[in-house]
């Protein structure tokens, strides 16, 4: 028997079997890419190492594959929207929370004055002024979009503050205290308040509960497919707890596995509302009907194109994201860590990266272990005691 059958595994469920969107990438997905990833590198985010981690990540693949049918102006500021969000999410992983609280000030307020001059107080200001500028192009001066998009941008800045404090802590949330959080973290409603640009749908439209529900609902599964790939690097990260799977395994006293077949079962349903409530969509008339399915294909199609970026681009399941993809099935063995801390373990000359990164992952998958056992205990003893 080879020794890579016995290396342990995890089977993911195949959350989209059901979704009705294909696998579609932008036909302008080369030239966005070697725009956006000349832009990062402009701003020289990472070290080599780390710059080289976070470039076979290949978020414009992300962007290509979620904004598929919108013009080449569109998709290019999807890139960089979404290699600033990767940039930003490295720089507040690593982060506390003061750390994070001044990076989000900074943030927020080079979005509300994208006219300010470049400045040295931080890359993330300039990066966000020049992909302010850019994105703003996308639509007409005064659309709504724009208070949406900057809303949603705040409210996500601040709850990753608030998410640098619990990492800090351990804490592990309840599944629905951890949605609760993780709805505004994970940076899901301005990615997809970006679908409205070039819309001009009117506040009336795009906040009808219907649309609010289908919103809501491909925020869920944007979660739900994120976390599913996304928990071997956290693990590995040691940042597992600020991932659904934890909170499921905590919850409901459940082994690795039973948790992600848990997920599966309840993304089931998620899809299920997504796809009934899509038949309740009224009518505004045809021009607005037509930007309005515009709009549902954009959630739709970030919901897949997640997933399909999840296997095919090297972040989560590095050079196996193939065969995850066909298999479902995951090995238990560490991923790369944070490309900020990648450059401080280069450093470290006395002992293999690979050793280092093998010794953490161990002691990620332990703690996670002690800490089910642990609440077993204590939740018993409780009763016990009661």
Known sequence: MSSSTLEPQYKLPDLMRNWPWTRQLSPYYTDAKEESSTWVESFRPFGAAGQKSFNACDLNLLASLTYPRRNKEFVRAGCDLMNFYFVYDEYTDVADKSVAAS??????????????EPSREHILRDMTIQFWQRARELAVPGSSCFDHFIATSETYLNAVTQEADERAHKRIRTIDDYFTLRRDTCGARPTL??????????????????????????????????????????????????????????????????????????????????????????????????????????????????????????????????????????????????????????????????????????????????????????????????
């Open 193 to 386: 308040a970006l679908t409205e640009f070039g819309l001009d749908l009117s506040d009336e439209v795009i906040s009808h509960p219907t649309l609010s529900s289908l919103t809501e609902n491909a925020v869920d599964l944007i979660i739900l497919v994120n976390d599913m790939h996304s928990y071997i690097r956290e693990l590995s990260c040691g940042l597992a707890n600020q991932n659904i799977i934890t909170s499921i395994m905590h919850e409901h006293e459940l082994d690795l596995q039973s948790a992600f077949n848990w997920l599966g079962e309840y993304t089931d349903r998620v899809v299920e509302r997504f796809l009934s409530t899509c038949q309740l969509i009224p009518s505004w008339g045809e021009e607005t009907d037509e930007k309005v399915r515009t709009y549902v294909d954009g959630l739709g199609q970030w919901v897949r194109g997640n997933d399909d970026w999840s296997c095919e681009s090297k972040r989560y399941h590095g050079n196996d994201g193939l065969e995850v993809r066909d298999t479902r099935l995951v090995k238990l063995r560490p991923r790369t860590g944070n490309y900020l801390v990648e450059e401080r373990l280069g450093v470290i000359k006395s002992v293999p990266r690979e050793v280092v990164h093998s010794l953490l992952f161990g002691l990620s998958i332990w703690w996670s272990s002690i800490m089910v056992v642990t609440e077993k205990i204590l939740s018993r003893l409780h009763v016990l005691g009661g």
């Open 103 to 116: 990076l989000a000030r900074i943030v927020i307020d080079a979005m509300r004055h994208p006219d300010m």
